[in-house]
């Protein structure tokens, strides 16, 4: 886990063009959730500002924290003027200020699970918001992807990220949630899918592979198999379920 969550710097040109970003709708939801206008923004991991630039927008002024210098070049060439770039790892940053909300996007589950939540609720103001979310891209059409795996299975066994606690995927809440249930320190926790489909070229899609880390970890001569294997398999147009998975939850106190 730790050798795929520093793999990312050596694509991150490819992710910021590639991975999709997150819809007007995700803020809308961390917004209401939280009942009154969110201030001040802590992000982790905030790769090359997908999510960032979203809350940006919202007038937020965010503190972006991303511990690989590449991916940290990529967030500053659309640096909105309320964000603050910082190049660290969620366990280094200082517990001497505290947010209104903390965000984390395709992240959180490459952080240390040791101390996690007690160095979160640090951070988190009494009353704030902690969200949690990403978007586990997959084929809409269940051939194609059953195809796409078959193209990749010789090379590849899975493409995904485990549940960092286990959780089977049938289990109606679904980590981080799962244990923010049982946090002492958090509390309303909730857990909510955003609906959204998108059309991409098969190329494009690649692409997208091309940034994900079980791809990257893989040979050039492997990964370079895989991606023309799984062409061959795709029509000139994929539509892929772009789901954004959300958790929610509320930092205790007053």
């Known amino acids: 886990m730790v050798e795929r969550a520093l793999s990312f710097g050596s694509v991150a040109e490819a992710y910021d063009r590639f991975r999709p970003g997150y819809p007007v709708e995700l803020l809308e939801l961390v917004t209401e959730y939280a009942g009154e206008p969110i201030r001040t923004a802590l992000e982790i991991g905030a790769g090359t500002g997908k999510a960032t630039r979203l809350f940006a927008q919202g007038g937020i002024a965010v503190t972006a924290t991303e511990p690989d210098a590449a991916m940290l070049a990529e967030l500053r060439k659309q640096l909105p003027a309320n964000v603050t770039p910082v190049q660290a790892a969620f366990e280094d940053l200082p517990l001497d200020s505290s947010y209104g909300l903390v965000y984390s996007a395709a992240a959180l589950h490459w952080t240390n699970p040791v101390g996690r939540w007690e160095r979160m609720a640090a951070l988190v103001q009494p009353g704030g918001v902690f969200a949690s979310f990403g978007v586990p891209i997959q084929l809409a059409d269940p051939a194609l992807k059953e195809a796409a795996r078959a193209a990749r299975s010789p090379y590849l066994d899975d493409d995904g990220v485990p549940s960092p606690d286990g959780t089977p995927e049938d289990r109606p809440m679904q980590w981080p949630g799962t244990e923010l249930q049982h946090s002492e320190w958090f509390t309303d926790v909730r857990q909510v899918v955003l609906e959204r489909r998108l059309m991409l070229s098969a190329q494009d899609y690649i692409g997208q592979l091309s940034t994900v880390s079980a791809y990257v970890l893989l040979s050039p001569a492997d990964r370079d198999e ?25 930092r205790l106190g007053d």
């Open 226 to 250: 895989v991606f023309r294997r799984t062409l061959e398999v795709l029509p000139e147009t994929v539509e892929l379920d772009a789901q954004v998975h959300v958790h929610l939850a509320r």
